[in-house]
């Protein structure tokens, strides 16, 4: 069975901090994991995406995430937050005929 | 990346009537397409997977009656809310999968259109 869980439906920083978003994954096949960004009334923009090459894998805006096999763990990093990066954050799990979504965590940025 | 566009972006109608909404990937052909519906504050809930040039695949829970999906082109799928009530007011949000990533299952998702039934 496939499900990704995502810790911390609300996480807030501050403007400038690290920001920490975190997805744990469970698969019975080879894992694909991707993070979403979703701002209001938008649909999903992908911000990145593992595929079984290399292990940290850099995005858009200045966010990476790290496939941590032995932790089942693909966690999304930013090291400095911008007012810009406020939004819902998505992690999904690929690798069958659907993609098994989180619950999202809203970012919130604080001045 | 690949575009996937969806129209109309909002749409408010009256209780009873149909309401067809139109998901097209425009730099790519997509063989599969999906539905999704998102509640406020929520996650994405699949709705049904589109398939070119054969019937829809819909999630347990999914009346394929009241929710029609066509997918007559390999770039144009459609939805159709039939005889829309309140309780159907939703964002609803379509993806399309480009066939050389079908491995990975990558999407590729419209920007959504908002649906308010009076």
């Known amino acids: 069975a496939q499900s990704v869980t995502q810790l911390g439906s609300h996480v807030s920083v501050s403007e400038g901090a690290l920001v920490l978003l975190r997805c744990n994954y469970s698969?019975?096949?080879?894992?694909?994991l991707f993070w979403y960004v979703q701002y209001p009334n938008q649909g999903l923009q992908l911000l990145l995406k593992?595929?079984?090459?290399?292990?940290l894998v850099k995005g858009i805006n200045g966010f990476e995430a790290e496939f941590k096999k032995s932790e089942t763990s693909f966690h999304l990093t930013k090291p400095s937050a911008h007012m810009s990066d406020a939004a819902e954050y998505f992690c999904?799990?690929?690798?069958?005929?659907?993609?098994?979504f989180g619950t999202g965590t809203r970012l919130t940025i604080i001045p | 990346g690949a575009v996937v566009s969806q129209h109309p972006s909002r749409v408010i109608c009256k209780s009873g009537t149909s309401v067809k909404i139109e998901c097209r990937s425009l730099?790519?052909?997509?063989?599969?397409m999906f539905w999704y519906r998102q509640f406020p504050k929520q996650s994405l809930m699949l709705m049904a997977t589109?398939?070119?040039?054969?019937?829809?695949?819909?999630e347990q829970g999914v009346e394929k009656d009241k929710f029609l999906i066509n997918h007559a082109s390999l770039t144009l799928s459609t939805l159709t809310v039939t005889s829309a009530h309140p309780e159907d007011s939703s964002f609803y949000i379509c993806?399309?999968?480009?066939?050389?990533?079908?491995?990975?299952?990558?999407?590729?998702f419209g920007p959504g259109t908002r649906l308010t039934v009076l």
């Open positions: 993806s399309a999968r480009d066939p050389g990533l079908a491995a990975y299952n990558e999407q590729f």
């Open positions: 698969s019975s096949v080879p894992p694909y």
């Open positions: 589109s398939n070119e040039g054969s019937k829809a695949t819909y």
């Open positions: 593992y595929t079984s090459a290399a292990t």
């Open positions: 999904a799990l690929g690798g069958n005929e659907k993609l098994t």
């Open positions: 730099d790519f052909q997509a063989t599969t």
